[in-house]
């Protein structure tokens, strides 16, 4: 088991751990603040290093129900029981994190299922099961009055015995906690949305900074593609 330290601070660029295991090109480690890919965020990419050694980092990933640190083909690996830093790239995780942060804001301005999402550093879509046209303007309007409202952002963990003695909680969720775990993590943006999220989120909206909406696609006839760009 891995200690996932990306989960309840997801502003940690590093971190030193020791190495548990290592399989072909992937490594295992105590703790961590690398996310792997999940939830349409694409895994942490950075360095690990260690006495007299240290690899790129090219992905994060489960892999045989661990947290596997993907490296560079033909790189050096550490030996089982090492010490090691762990550094993420961390320009790149934090345009995933203002991606994923504006994603929700996305969500909580169309009000339709989601049936899917991707999230990059350079651009994001999310799409929605709806029929009605997108008003482009309006939604990008919408976004940046709740980017510049500047709305707190939080995670909080859950027991779903907790979730039960709060039908109410359950009923404000814009998604539906998944059940079978014992604990759920739950992201809330004040005053705008509250859900089961797994992924690494801004401390407050106005970090997502200058966002805007790209195209917005017509995938079939109950289906919208929203695309979102930052524009720096
Ligand atoms: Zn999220």
Known sequence: MTTELFRDDSYLKSCNATVMGTGE????????????LGGGQPG????LSWDGGAARIVDTRYVDGGIGHI?????????????????????RRYRHMRMHTAMHLLGSILLYPVTGGNISAEKSRLDFDMEDTVDKEAVSEALTRLVEDNHPVSCRWITEDELDANPELVRTMSVQPPRGKGSIRLLEIAGVDLQPCGGTHLRSTAEVGAVRIGKVEKKGRQNRRVNIHLDD
């Not at 090109?25 to 792997?36: H, M, N, S």
């Not at 030996?79 to 790239?89: F, K, Q, R, S, Y």
């Open 25 to 36: 090109q992937c490594v295992f480690v105590d703790q961590t603040v690398f996310y792997p």
């Open 71 to 91: 490296v560079e083909e033909g790189a050096a690996m550490p030996d089982v029981g090492a010490a090691v830093e762990l550094t993420i790239d961390w320009d």
């Open 44 to 47: 942490d990419t950075g360095t």
